[in-house]
């Protein structure tokens, strides 16, 4: 149902490429992201969007595409970053090379206040984020709006044809969104998304794939997996779901798991084998094989679990298939190593047994699709927490005192958040340990202990995110317990970092 009068986008690897999608339903419309590789069998799509991406158009293996194929589709085209360079060379111009790299804010100036610049501010911010930029425009092509220093950043070369050299679709661009709302009013007829619709299909989906065969699914107790877990139940799959108790969880976590899943009616299984990952984990301490550690072992708990199980179900979201660039096609840049992307779940996914039926949706998405199926909010709006759990909260080697550590010092922040009423306005908070020890006082006495730092911070989709300024009561409050309550830290810090630059979690 998805192949006509959809948006394409098509990806030339750039890191927000998942959020162009995100944004156009968003504003209400099937957008789908395709590998160049794939183009031009794309359907019959109702507009066109080439994403960024980290190559520069002057290197030989730069990706490219059929131009007048693309003409062919008669349908409004945007080039954002890299697809507007290379829309420029297409249409006759050029651009020119460089190794520096523009990266942030800049200043947006519309020389126009219709079609794309539609309801645009005569100045407004929007986020950069490239090196080459557009030298000689060609004949016939208009720039429509500049930056701060009277450079292009938006070209229109014919009636169908628009090109940016920010990113609209980051929240850093002021009215990026509706700077994309714009161009998709210039086609006629756009799919719309509707979550109703899309869970029809992936249950429809679902019990095409799965045909009798019986489905393990790892619950955790977080939105991705409950979700994932009812879905599965609502669909009718012969379905165990284990819940994996690793060690690495949070405090009280694996109490307050089995009883929400009691309250949805669905059945899980419990694994306690927390021994099991502390010993393969122990002396590690470089982030990436910690990662690969319990993912590699995460299935080998659940074969062991359910013996001849035939298929394994995951909640992998599409940032998480986006940030470990895994698709053999991916242009992108690998960020990380994603626990649901591991050697062992390739090899699973090469042989047909791999289910992921939430890998086209993102967090928030997830969320309402949860909703239409019933599960209590609480539930829903529970912060996310990473697969491996408490293993990216704690840089260096993992052991039981440094993760009995951060489960009491997260508890109390966590505690103090619900107290003031904040735990809704967050996306994401926690405690980690740094591996550091500094000198402190201590009745009296000289201490050395860890330090540690919380961390809360507010997003749309993980794939950007703010940090949030707190009261500063709250943090008094929370300071003062943790120093007075959790044994071996003298030192409590509050990170103020944004992503990117750095990511929400530690590792």
């Known amino acids: ?40 069998n794309i359907g019959k799509p109702g507009a066109i969007i080439l994403s960024g991406g980290p190559k520069s158009t002057s290197e030989a293996d730069a990706p490219d595409l059929d131009f007048e194929a693309l003409q062919g589709f008669g349908v409004p085209v945007l080039g954002v970053c890299y697809g507007m360079q290379l829309l420029n060379i297409k249409f006759g111009g050029t651009v020119e090379a460089s190794d520096r790299r523009e990266y942030g804010p800049a200043s947006l100036f519309p020389t126009e206040c219709s079609g794309l610049y539609e309801s645009i501010s005569e100045s407004s911010q929007v986020w950069m984020s490239h090196s080459d930029t557009v030298k000689v425009i060609p004949g016939g092509a208009r720039v429509i709006a500049s930056n701060q220093h009277g450079t292009p950043v938006s070209l229109q070369w014919n009636q169908h044809f628009f090109g940016i050299q920010y990113h ?36 429809e989906g679902i019990r095409k794939e799965v045909a009798g065969k019986q489905v393990v699914c790892g619950v955790s107790g977080g ?53 099991r990952f502390l ?3 122990e002396g590690v301490d470089d982030p990436e094989k910690k990662r690969v550690i319990i993912g590699n072992l995460f299935i080998d708990v659940f074969w062991d679990s359910v013996g001849d199980a035939e298929m394994l179900a995951q909640g992998t979201l599409y940032p998480d298939v986006i940030e470990s660039a895994s698709n053999a096609k991916s242009k992108a840049s690998k960020i990380k190593t994603h626990h649901n992307r591991v050697d062992r779940i390739l090899e699973l996914q090469a042989q047909g047994k791999v289910l992921e039926p939430l890998a086209e949706l993102f967090k928030d998405e997830v969320r309402e699709l949860g909703t239409s199926l019933g599960i ?10 990473p697969g491996p759990g408490l293993a990216v909260r704690c840089p260096g080697i993992i052991t039981e005192d440094r993760l009995h550590i951060i489960r009491e010092c997260d508890a109390i922040f ?94």
């Open 414 to 507: 966590i505690g103090k958040l619900k107290e003031h009423g904040w735990y809704d306005k967050v996306w994401q908070a926690y405690a980690g340990l740094i591996p550091v020890k500094t000198v402190g006082v201590k009745g009296d006495e000289r201490s050395y202990e860890w330090a540690i730092t919380l961390r809360a911070v507010v997003s749309e989709d993980a794939m950007t995110a703010d940090w949030v300024e707190l009261p500063p009561i709250l943090l008094r409050e929370t300071s003062h317990r943790i120093l007075n309550e959790v044994k071996g830290i003298n030192r409590v810090l509050y990170d103020i970092s944004t992503k990117p630059p750095a990511s929400i979690e530690w590792e």
């Open 1 to 40: 149902m998805h192949d006509s009068n959809h948006v394409a986008v098509l990806d030339f690897g750039s890191q927000y490429t998942q959020l162009i999608v995100r944004r156009v339903r968003e504003l209400g419309y099937f957008a789908k992201l395709y590998a160049i590789e794939d183009f031009p």
């Open 168 to 203: 609209p679709e980051v929240t850093h661009s002021h009215q990026g969104l509706q700077i994309l709302k714009n161009f998709l009013a210039l086609s006629n007829d756009l799919l719309p998304f509707r979550i109703e619709d899309f869970k029809r299909e992936i249950i």
């Open 223 to 275: 939105v991705d997996s409950t979700v994932l877990a009812v879905l599965l139940h609502e669909a009718g799959a012969n379905v165990r779901a284990i819940f994996v108790d690793h060690g690495l969880m949070r405090k009280d976590e694996g109490i307050e798991v089995r009883r929400n899943f009691e309250r949805m009616g669905v059945p899980i299984e419990t694994v306690d084998c927390a021994e």
């Open 279 to 281: 010993a393969a984990l």
């Open 376 to 385: 209590p909010e609480d539930i829903l709006q529970r912060h996310p927490f």
